[in-house]
């Protein structure tokens, strides 16, 4: 019997993973769901520590040469995605949107500001107030920006995503231009709360408004699910790959 695909999926990554073991899974999944053998997937996790320069990033925009960088612990990786430059580290809960725009319309502006709402919706369950900024995506507290946005769509499905900033370290973000924009810093959840607000308090709440936000039925699958329906994937014949085996 065929089963039909849910929704959409998530899953949560633990322990802070390298940056580029991640980038390989997201073009991983990436390849399945444009190929429908999974559905639309969301991968929430942390980063160790690591600045990425996306396509309309440059080196003008780090404030440390880069040798110091890794000094620091901190990697520096060039990133497919769009944007700029940014940091990712511990504490920060990095959302990966691997979804098919038909699920948005065929609109990407739309899956920016579904993404975007997300964020702001979030940030509100936890008493903070956040907005858009027009002309610049993300979300911001006044000037400060709290969660970055930088996607890429290929083959009609979405890779990388958002980073909202809950209980990391901001000090790193001052080593950098933030998303190459000039005179403006980063804020965080537990800044903006006046309390430490733990990441695991985070997740439910994102998990929560992402199905609301996009309208979908999101389960819950493990990593080791995740990975099993890949290798079934790569593993079939060109051509004959079928939807998902997980209900």
């Not at 909202?164 to 709360?193: K, Q, Y």
């Amino acid at each position: 019997m065929s089963m039909t695909l849910p929704q959409a999926w998530w899953v949560r990554l633990e322990e802070p993973r390298p940056y580029r073991a991640v980038w390989s899974l997201q073009r991983r999944v990436h390849a399945a769901r444009a190929a429908a053998a999974l559905p639309d997937v969301l991968l929430l996790l942390e980063h160790q520590p690591v600045v990425t320069l996306g396509r309309a990033g440059g080196g003008q925009h780090l404030l440390l040469p880069r040798d110091e960088f890794r000094r620091r612990g901190v990697e520096l990786v060039e990133s497919d995605r769009g944007g700029d430059v940014t940091y990712h580290g511990p504490g920060q809960l990095v959302a990966y949107f691997l979804v098919g725009l038909e699920s948005v319309g065929g609109d990407v502006a739309r899956l920016v500001r579904q993404v975007e709402e997300v964020a702001i919706r979030v940030a509100a369950r936890f008493g903070v107030a956040s907005s858009r900024w027009p002309g610049y995506p993300g979300v911001w507290c006044g000037p400060d920006k709290l969660a970055a946005v930088g996607m890429r769509i290929r083959e009609g499905v979405s890779l990388h995503g958002l980073a909202l900033n809950v209980e990391n370290d901001l000090a790193p973000f001052g080593w950098i231009v933030p998303c190459g924009i000039e005179g403006h810093g980063a804020t965080s959840l537990s800044r903006e709360a006046g309390r430490v607000v733990r990441l695991e308090e985070v997740v439910p709440a994102f998990v929560e408004e992402a199905a609301a936000v996009f309208g979908w039925r999101l389960h819950r699958r493990r990593e080791e699910e995740l990975e099993a329906v890949l290798a079934a994937f790569e593993a079939a014949p060109r051509g004959q790959a079928g939807h998902a085996v997980l209900d």
